[in-house]
């Protein structure tokens, strides 16, 4: 049972409240935790002379729930709440004294990014630790999983500071009753093989593959005469996914194009089109950029959907109602749903419930068009394309989660897979599962398959079908080239022709995206998101009204959170946003007030009398003078407790936006002081060295707002930085991987400069468009762990518009249209943004995680946290700003500068006037409402080795340094905040 929902307020030394869990559940028996189920948690107490104690939980749900489980109590901060652990006790160490102690860490704000409690994973089998992805009450256990807690400093994407002792020293020992043979038995994951390291040559294995096209164009079968159309259309997907072979592709893409109704008609014209070539050939179409609603003259996708079965009959090409029709197995059923959610199509819900048929009792999916009742035996090929087709899909989560364990469990220890019980492996079943492993997260199993994969193949390219046959074979190779270069049915895109354009319709949805977030199961009454049960994330909760507000879809849930916020709105937990932001208070921070002060000022409200509070005031008092370790200032011109770039940009957007110019200066010279020389900004304060995709999209957002050549020449070198950043398929680097936030953030930055970065803004939109699901909501990352989450969806929503935090305008009395603004600081005069629409019209958040480190769903803005939103703000360059005028378009009283000033608010209305510093172009389009341009008016200690601990029933003695990293917690917006020195116990 999860303890989470009961957690209780306690008074810890000093007065400060902190939500904590007061005892945790009776611990599961370590022996109830086996190699292939339940999960092992270790904790290590060695910073304060304990060792490392674990504990097990049989049946983990959640991070969070298994720490409680295992026997660990936990403490959140005032500021974020319990789902940032900041103390950890056991009753194994200490009589269950919950550590750092008040005397060495308040925990009233997010503790330092040098002494937090840091969170790894490792999957069973993996040797290494990985730091987290997501926050404790997220990130999902699997079977056989073991994490670990270590307290003390990392950098940021954990590249050091991982735990000293090895997963395998805390791993479960006992493998447990066999796997039951029993068909209502659901599998368990095996440990992961290592296999042989080997990464094989997909580039040769095209070059076989083309030198094997007859008359260069077309694959055929011995077994046949004529063409072998399934063969060639698999071999077009293996050439696009290896990118190497562009001439032959063309070719194949050609003859493909020229016999589309061969294929897809197989009894004539007059007949109905069979699923599984038009499955592929829109699988083909999709993964070279091209348009599966006009292929060889067809419509692919509608001969998929228009021809579903309603029943058994049509002479055997229906065997179920759900079928789609003529698909003679589960591979054409799975090619099929794959084929249309990667076009963007929901597929039919008939044909989606037809999986609920085809799964074994393993979990595992028939490797036959079975009906109910009938016997079903697990295929790895079937169940690896189910994989592919259900990832994602609302109301199958379970069904793709247990097909996912089945194909783990039934790796062999040589990381290959045999397509029938007793058989050896083969390569076409391994290389069908490295695509599904890899899509689930299962890194170390995928790597172990690549590797099996990589040793049949032969000089010349060419892949052999299993360890017996002396001779490569197509299909084989086909299967092989997807694994080898680590992409699937659902990911392969490449245009031989070169084009980047994405196709048509390849954007995010706004209104799908809007409809996840204002769902009243996650928007609690329509007012506030939650960071924990009862706890609200107001990080997060402005995060999601920087999304409504920039793609203009739904005002009335908008009006709802800027309402409560102003209103001084409570949750369950009688906090206020002021709580949150500390406002008045030693631990103000400058990051939460500067975000807090620009939604005001986005939606037109004066952020002067917002909040009960005049929020501009407070930034200008909570700029550092010097620096001072006890008020989290790193030097002149940071803001209190601003330990990011992120939010240093956010407090100077606010201050420009606002017509501060003068107490804007000092932030804006701090800001340039911390840009590389290669044009990036490093994610935390002080700097630590890194580079960061997200950090850098919001300095160039507040610099953007700075007139002069200086500052258009740091834009211009952070956004071509940005640009460089960009992957394969679109996305950007973050810490949660792929992140979709980076990709978002990059978009922004990068609509900055839209005339230079057309085609990568697209391509990024594409890869977003690719990481939405069913449900509207987006997932974190396009590896790991899948599915929508509220932080990564608000934060890609707003981002996907192109419109910068600096210009973003949607005022709740006029509720004009959104509108990328391409602004720009070229030219040193300045004046008031003009609206520039920004290509993108998909929606993705900008709304970032600014503080802190790598958020669950977003990407990450590194400081010690557990999953961060946006709290922190960035602060453009110290240059001083001419007054921008603006030319009135409505009536309001005249500001410093003497630009007119919306009623009831301290920002002039936008006008047909260049942006501050100046636009590289004017853009039309966006989603939505039009935004407007807002015109700028300018004028540890060391860690002690050793002890005994037990949770459970097992004592174990460890002993080494433990090195920490951050630990995402589930949804909470988190800023490092520095304390003074560096020896234990000295605080702020």
């Not at 009906?371 to 697990?378: K, R």
């Not at 769903?857 to 360059?877: K, M, N, W």
């Amino acid at each position: 049972m999860s303890l989470l929902a009961t957690g209780a307020v306690a008074v810890a030394a000093g007065g400060t409240v902190l939500l904590a869990n007061p005892r945790a559940a009776v611990a599961d028996p370590i022996e109830d935790c086996t190699t292939t189920t339940g999960a092992i948690v270790a904790v290590d107490f060695g910073h304060w002379g304990g060792g490392v104690v674990r504990g097990c939980d049989a049946d983990p749900s959640t991070g969070m729930n298994l720490l409680h489980k295992a026997g660990f109590t936990t403490a959140g901060t005032e500021h974020d709440g319990p789902a940032f652990i900041c103390r950890l006790g056991t009753g194994g160490f200490n009589g269950g004294t919950q550590y750092p102690t008040p005397a060495e860490e308040p925990c009233t704000t997010t503790p330092q990014a040098t002494a937090y409690w840091s969170y790894w994973i490792a999957a069973p089998g993996q040797q290494t630790w990985s730091y987290s992805q997501f926050g404790a009450a997220t990130q999902k256990p699997k079977p056989g999983e073991v994490e670990a807690w270590v307290y003390g400093g990392t950098d940021i994407g954990g590249t050091s500071g991982a735990p000293s002792f090895t997963p395998d020293s805390v791993r479960a020992r006992n493998t447990g009753p066999s796997p039951s043979a029993s068909p209502s038995a659901s599998p368990t994951a095996t440990a992961s093989p290592t296999g042989p390291a080997r990464t094989g040559d997909p580039a040769a294995a095209a070059a076989w593959l083309a030198a094997r096209l007859v008359d260069g164009d077309h694959m055929e079968n011995w077994a046949f005469e004529g063409p072998d159309y399934p063969r060639t259309a698999q071999t077009a997907i293996a050439l696009a996914a290896a990118g190497t072979q562009d001439p032959a592709l063309r070719k194949v893409l050609a003859f493909l194009r020229a016999h589309t109704d061969a294929y897809l008609y197989p009894d004539g014209p007059a007949g109905k089109p069979d699923s599984g070539a038009a499955a592929l050939l829109a699988l083909v179409a999709g993964s070279t950029e091209g348009d599966p609603r006009s292929f060889g003259g067809r419509d692919l996708l509608a001969a998929l959907t228009d021809h579903v079965c309603v029943g058994p009959g049509e002479n055997g090409k229906c065997t179920a109602a759900g079928d789609f029709y003529g698909a003679s197995s589960p591979w054409a059923q799975a090619w099929a749903v794959v084929a249309l959610r990667r076009a963007g199509v929901t597929p039919p819900a008939s044909a989606l419930a037809r999986f609920a048929v085809l799964q074994c009792a393993d979990g595992g999916m028939a490797g036959s068009m079975i009906v109910a009742g009938g016997y079903c035996e697990s295929d790895p090929g079937s169940t690896s394309l189910a994989v592919l087709a259900l990832r994602g899909a609302t109301g199958y989560e379970q069904m793709a989660k247990k097909a996912a364990e089945q194909l783990a469990a039934s790796q062999q220890a040589d990381g290959s897979y045999a397509p029938y019980a007793g058989a050896p492996g083969d390569t076409g079943s391994t290389a069908h599962a490295a695509q599904a492993l890899l899509a689930v997260g299962q890194g170390a199993r995928q790597s172990a398959a690549k590797a099996w994969i990589a040793a049949r193949q032969g000089e010349d390219g060419g892949v052999r079908p299993d360890e017996a046959t002396t001779d490569a074979d197509p299909a084989a190779t086909e299967q092989a080239v997807l694994a080898l270069t680590g992409t699937d049915l659902g990911t392969v895109r490449h245009n031989p022709d070169g084009a980047t354009t994405p196709p048509a319709g390849r954007t995010p949805d706004p209104a799908r995206g809007s409809a996840y977030l204002t769902d009243r199961a996650r928007l609690v009454d329509g007012h506030y998101y939650e960071a924990f049960p009862a706890f609200a994330d107001f990080g997060l909760t402005i995060d999601g009204a920087f999304a409504l507000a920039a793609t203009g879809t739904d005002d009335t849930a908008l009006r709802g959170i800027v309402d409560f916020l102003d209103r001084q709105g409570k949750d369950a937990n009688d906090r206020t946003v002021n709580d949150w932001t500390a406002i008045g208070t030693e631990y103000a921070g400058g990051g939460s007030i500067g975000k807090e002060a620009l939604l005001a000022e986005v939606v037109g409200r004066d952020p002067r009398a917002f909040g009960g509070h005049d929020l501009i005031a407070a930034l200008a008092a909570v700029t550092c003078a010097r620096a001072d370790d006890s008020t989290g200032c790193a030097g002149a011109g940071n803001y209190t407790w601003a330990t990011s770039v992120f939010s240093q940009a956010l407090g100077i957007m606010a201050q420009l936006r606002a017509g501060d110019t003068a107490n804007a200066a000092a932030p804006i010279a701090y800001l340039k002081s911390l840009q590389h020389a290669d044009g990036s900004w490093p994610s935390l304060i002080p700097a630590t060295g890194d580079s960061d995709v997200d950090s850098t999209a919001m300095a160039v957002m507040a610099l953007a707002l700075v007139p002069g050549d200086e500052a258009a020449a740091a834009v211009d070198k952070g956004v071509a930085w940005i640009a460089g950043r960009q992957l394969a398929d679109g996305g950007f680097p973050g810490a949660a991987g792929d992140s979709t936030n980076s990709a978002a953030l990059a978009i922004q930055g990068m609509t900055l400069r839209r005339s230079a970065h057309g085609p990568g803004i697209a391509k990024a939109l594409d890869f977003l468009a690719g990481q939405q699901n069913d449900d509207g909501g987006f997932n974190v990352a396009s590896e790991g762990q899948r599915g929508s989450d509220v932080r990564a969806s608000t934060q890609v929503l707003g981002g996907a518009t192109g419109v910068s935090f600096g210009t973003l305008r949607r005022d709740l009395g006029g509720t004009p249209t959104p509108t990328p603004t391409a602004t720009g600081t070229a030219t040193p005069t300045a004046t008031a943004t003009a609206t520039a629409t920004v290509t993108p019209t998909a929606t993705a958040t900008a709304t970032v995680t600014p503080t802190a480190t790598p958020t669950p769903t977003a990407t990450p803005t590194p400081t010690a946290t557990q999953t961060v939103t946006p709290t922190g703000t960035g602060t453009p360059s110290p240059t001083a700003m001419p007054t921008a005028t603006a030319t009135p378009t409505t009536t309001g009283s005249p500001t410093a500068s003497d630009a007119p000033v919306l009623p009831g608010t301290s920002v002039p209305p936008a006008v047909d006037a260049p942006v501050a510093g100046g636009i590289d172009e004017p853009v039309r389009g966006g989603v939505g409402a039009p935004v407007v341009a807002v015109p700028v008016q300018v004028g540890s200690g060391a860690v002690r080795g050793g002890g005994l601990a037990s949770t459970g029933t097992e004592t174990l003695v460890l002993t080494g340094a433990a090195g920490l990293l951050t630990a995402l917690g589930a949804a909470a917006v988190l800023v490092a905040r520095r304390r003074a020195g560096t020896s234990p116990g000295r605080h702020r």
